[in-house]
């Protein structure tokens, strides 16, 4: 089996170098084409890039009142730590497994939309309070409740709960 190995190459270590390069590729390929150096020098780019967004999107997702930035942030955040996750399984290239990062991420996901829902609702209250007009006043919580609902889908039943309540305190019923 040795002789074999020698001139075919082990067809276990083939594959998972195989699957390391279509994971690092745009187009995969059933052929090698890359070296194991030129992978290991491309998965670590692609990690310091996903680190990066994923500084990034957690600075703005922090700080911005606008739902579709923040829920595309957050999205963008979870896509970069699965495909950290995804690079780790072929060479370590974080100090923190990034399997943490991902449940951390995932764990405390709720408790963010939570702070940004309240963040938003806050500067809606704010922006309400300085027009002359209920009607308005009301429209700016109708836009604010509108603005949520096609991201729903991202949020647990107490998050919506939040929406629902607010909207109502706000407009009445």
């Not at 405390?108 to 309070?129: G, H, P």
């Amino acid at each position: 089996m040795g002789f074999l190995d020698s001139l075919f190459g082990n067809s276990e270590k083939r594959q998972k170098m195989l699957n390391w390069q279509n994971t690092l590729l745009a187009k995969p390929s059933s052929k090698q084409i890359l070296t194991e150096q030129q992978m290991r020098s491309i998965t670590l780019q692609q990690a310091q890039n996903d680190l990066r967004i994923i500084a990034d999107s957690t600075e703005i997702a922090e700080s911005t009142r606008n739902p579709e930035i923040f829920f595309d942030r957050m999205n963008l955040l979870l896509e970069k730590a699965r495909h950290l996750t995804l690079l780790e399984s072929f060479m370590k290239v974080t100090s923190t497994p990034s399997g943490l990062l991902l449940r951390e991420v995932h764990e405390n996901y709720q408790n963010v939309v939570r702070e940004f829902l309240e963040r938003y609702f806050a500067s809606v209250f704010e922006k309400a309070e300085k027009l002359k007009t209920e009607k308005g006043k009301k429209a700016q919580f109708v836009k604010f409740y509108e603005s949520l609902q096609p991201y729903y889908q991202y949020m647990d039943e107490s998050n919506i709960n939040y929406i629902e309540r607010k909207y109502k305190s706000k407009i009445g019923g």
